[in-house]
């Protein structure tokens, strides 16, 4: 075994070393290859294939100019990325991320987590990110057309429905997903409608796929609460962020029974110990795209909190469903010490490794990322599905199918961590079956 770890500390100094920095892709690598070390000791011809390596250097790296023209006629130029990772299992998939912090290795980070989040779904799906450093917050409708479109007319020649297929991100709506797509269309000449997923429902998108992360990450807590005998019934929660992650696992608690007291956005945090009006979270941010401090204007018994952590307030459940790294090692430890049972993380990589190791040391129920924000992307392969299949689904019978997969990608996970130790340990199950599913197709495949 020490020999393994040895060989596994190698591969992460080379990674840091190619790749100088680029933190998150780091924190996102290690993260992984740390779990693997009994999956080598079980199977040596992973090292000697060197199979993390290969995953650990995607497959194509596209960086281009994007240049466009505001509302008063003033060039700007921002850079696009697309990072196609790992497309053994499938076409490449995953979101467009259009925000300010956007590097290189944001886009790497996002990308090598998409490659084991959707490898642990059992769909048939790639791993790749991208995006833009263009911030579309406060821009007219008609700046974000123009900067989508010329966004759209370098990246449509590396896409299509069996080569790459995106989706929307933070940043990335309805509204953006519409724009592009109409220029890939333009550009091609092609109704190719499963080349990008988030779409209207009025235009080949699936219903659910709005809420399918947010859903998908309060049923895998579900799950995990059920395997300890436990239920979300009556369990108070926070929910980081208002974006479409945020609203509708709030959406989804409610549903379920829990009661949901504190969301947030990048000014503060809403504490509504009534319980969080849903409604109107949904008018602020999806209609009028206003900042969740406005809340206190409509529910006087709220109150916000500018530049406050909303990890402060006690609760059972927690979902960090905003950013990567928003919940430090100070904030768990205030959540354990309040009662917090549960996390399950809606976000990409939410949690900083010091937040991790005390959960995962604590005992509660922790779902990573890789396994609790699945939702999403399952929904996306549904949505492609009915794309292939020129189909149109139910909103009853897809959320049945995101509960089963979601139920799935639980099972998998819980299995494959008794089977290597490591019982209720989700970052482990995670990793190793996600590592497993994409190292046996790649060998199948021979050194490529």
Not at 18 to 28: D, I, L, S, T, V
Not at 108 to 113: A, D, Q, R, V, W
Not at 164 to 191: C, H, S
Not at 357 to 374: H, Q, R, W
Request: glycine share 12%; hydrophobic share 35%.
């Amino acid at each position: 075994m020490k020999q393994v770890e040895g060989r596994i500390k190698q591969i992460f100094e080379q990674v840091v070393r190619r790749n100088p920095g680029e933190a998150e892709f780091h924190q996102a690598v290690k993260e992984v290859i740390d779990c693997l070390g009994p999956v080598l000791v079980k199977h040596p011809h992973y090292a000697d294939q060197k199979i993390i390596e290969r995953i650990c250097e995607p497959e194509r790296q596209i960086i281009f100019r994007v240049p466009w023209i505001d509302d008063h006629g003033e060039v700007h130029i921002n850079r696009g990325f697309r990072v196609q990772f790992n497309s053994v299992l499938g076409p490449y998939k995953g979101g467009l991320r259009f925000h300010p912090s956007v590097y290189l290795g944001i886009i790497k980070f996002l990308g090598f987590e998409q490659i084991f989040k959707n490898a642990v779904t059992g769909m048939p799906i790639g791993g790749a990110k991208g995006g833009s450093d263009f911030d579309p917050k406060g821009r007219s409708d008609a700046e974000v057309m123009r900067f989508c479109q010329s966004f759209m007319t370098e990246l449509h020649r590396h896409l299509g429905e069996y080569t790459d297929v995106p989706a929307g991100d933070i940043g990335v709506g309805a509204r953006e997903i519409g724009y592009l797509f109409g220029q890939f269309k333009r550009m091609t000449n092609r109704y190719e409608s499963g080349v990008i997923t988030g779409k209207s429902p009025l235009w080949g998108g699936a219903l659910v796929r709005r809420e399918s992360t947010g859903y998908g990450c309060v049923f895998f807590v579900d799950e995990m609460l059920k395997a300890r005998g436990q239920s979300l019934e009556g369990m108070t929660c926070v929910v980081s962020g208002s974006g479409n992650v945020a609203i509708y696992a709030m959406e989804k608690l409610q549903q379920l029974g829990a009661k949901v007291v504190a969301c947030s956005d990048s000014n503060g945090v809403i504490h509504d110990a009534t319980g969080i009006k849903l409604d109107t979270v949904k008018r602020l941010k999806e209609v009028e795209r206003r900042r969740i401090r406005d809340y206190v204007q409509v529910h006087r018994e709220a109150h916000y909190s500018e530049g406050g952590c909303i990890w402060d307030i006690a609760c059972q459940v927690a979902i960090p469903g905003a950013t990567e790294n928003e919940l430090d090692e100070r904030a768990a430890r205030t959540l354990l010490a309040n009662g917090c049972i549960a996390v399950g993380e809606g976000a990409n990589m939410p949690s900083t490794p010091g937040a991790v190791k005390l959960f995962v040391e604590s005992g509660i129920a922790y779902g990573p990322g890789k396994a609790a924000n699945g939702g999403g992307v399952s929904t996306s392969a549904l949505e492609m599905q009915q794309n292939a299949s020129r189909d149109a689904w139910t909103f009853e019978f897809t959320e049945q199918r995101l509960r089963e997969i979601m139920s799935n990608i639980h099972r998998s996970c819980y299995e494959t961590a008794e089977e290597y130790g490591s019982p209720g340990n989700y970052v482990i199950g995670a990793n190793i079956a996600g590592f497993k599913r994409v190292a046996e197709a790649m060998l199948a495949f021979g050194v490529i």
